[in-house]
Structures are given as structure tokens and as C-alpha cells.
């Protein structure tokens, strides 16, 4: 059974930077693609960011590009989404979520495991 467990989320001011983590249990994820979701109130999840846990490649969200970084530790099955130059508008519900292949997709439907979510809230 997978699990993933995100944490990391808070109150911060425009400008200001968070770390999210995200820890994983349950398989061995160096086939997996692991990615990082967002979902404002009252609109639809979104794709910000992901990773090919084996083949390293990343890819993200045109609105976060520049400011967020994914990353992750294979060794400690964890990982990261260092969140820079935050703006109100990240201020979301984040979702670490996880998929049984290596190929890197943007598509919340593609994804197999998803964590309970952790807020991040950005002010003006």
C-alpha cells in the first residue's frame, strides 16, 4: 500500500519561501514518477511540478517556473518542492502524488497515489 505523506505548508508573506516535503512508503519508487498538485478554493487541481524518480528529469508549471524547484532523496524515499518568490496566488492546497512509470505527465488523471494535501497560504 502506498502512502504519501506531504508536510511543510503554512502562512507566508508575499516574497517569502516554503519548503513542502513529501515522504513515501510502501514501494520502491525508483520507477515512479512522483509530481506535486495544487488546488485553489472553488477551482480545479493543477500540475505544478514533477519528477522521473529514476531518471531525474523534471518538468513544470509555466506559472512556477523560475521560482519552485522539485526535488528528491531516493535513499530516504522523500520528496521536495522548494516554493521561492511566493505569490498570493499559490495560495493553494498542495498534493504530493505518485505514478507506477517512469515517463514524466502533467495529467492529474495519470496519477495512481495521492497524499492527504498540506496548505499554503501566501499574503499580500
Known amino acids: 500500500q502506498v502512502q504519501l505523506v506531504e508536510s511543510g505548508g503554512g502562512l507566508v508573506q508575499a516574497g517569502g519561501s516554503l519548503r513542502l516535503s513529501c515522504a513515501a512508503s510502501?514501494?520502491?519508487?525508483?520507477?515512479?514518477?512522483m509530481g506535486w498538485f495544487r488546488q485553489a478554493p472553488g477551482k480545479e487541481r493543477d500540475f505544478v511540478a514533477a519528477?522521473?524518480?529514476?531518471?531525474?528529469?523534471?518538468g513544470y508549471a509555466d506559472s512556477v517556473k523560475g521560482r519552485f524547484t522539485i526535488s528528491g532523496d531516493n535513499a530516504k524515499n522523500m520528496m521536495y518542492l522548494q516554493m521561492n518568490s511566493l505569490k498570493p496566488e499559490d495560495t493553494a492546497v498542495y498534493y504530493c502524488?505518485?505514478?507506477?512509470?517512469?515517463?514524466?505527465?502533467?495529467?492529474?488523471?495519470?496519477?495512481?497515489?495521492w497524499g492527504q494535501g498540506t496548505q499554503v497560504t501566501v499574503s499580500s
Open positions: 510502501g514501494r520502491t519508487f525508483s520507477r515512479y514518477t
Open positions: 502524488a505518485a505514478r507506477a512509470t517512469r515517463v514524466l505527465v502533467t495529467a492529474k488523471s495519470a496519477y495512481d497515489y
Open positions: 519528477i522521473s524518480w529514476g531518471g531525474g528529469s523534471t
